[in-house]
Nanobody
Framework: QVQVAESGGGLVQAGGSLTLSCAAS????????MGWFRQAPGKERNFVAA????????YYADSVKGRFTISRDNANNTVYLQLNNLKPEDTSTYYC?????????????????WGQGTQVTVSS
């Protein structure tokens, strides 16, 4: 059973930056694909970014491409999401997700394990 836990959310002004972290346990981290999703109140949970098991492949939603960067540290079982040039529309709860599937997917249903989420609020 894999467990993931996010940290690093907070309140930031538009144009600012945050780094989200997600620590995983309970599985062989290098065998797990990791992703980040976000969900605003009353809206669907949407794909943000994903990274392959060895970190060699990364994927981004168009809305964050060029501003967010996903990375992972397999030695420390952690995945990161660097959020730069934040906009008010980035305000959401950000969720870390994990899957043993080797196929990339932007569908939240493809991920088996989820964290509790961390809130990111961007003020204008």
């Amino acid at each position: 059973q894999v467990q993931v836990a996010e940290s690093g959310g907070g309140l930031v002004q538009a144009g600012g930056s945050l780094t989200l972290s997600c620590a995983a346990s309970g599985g062989t981290f290098s065998m797990i694909r990791m992703g980040w999703f976000r969900q605003a109140p009353g809206k669907e949970r949407n794909f943000v970014a994903a990274i392959s098991r060895d970190g060699g492949l990364t994927y981004y939603a168009d809305s964050v491409k060029g501003r967010f960067t996903i990375s992972r540290d397999n030695a420390n079982n952690t995945v990161y999401l660097q959020l730069n040039n934040l906009k008010p529309e980035d305000t959401s709860t950000y969720y870390c997700a994990a899957t043993f599937s080797w196929l990339h997917s932007t569908n939240s249903a493809a991920y088996e394990y989820w964290g509790q989420g961390t809130q990111v609020t961007v003020s204008s």
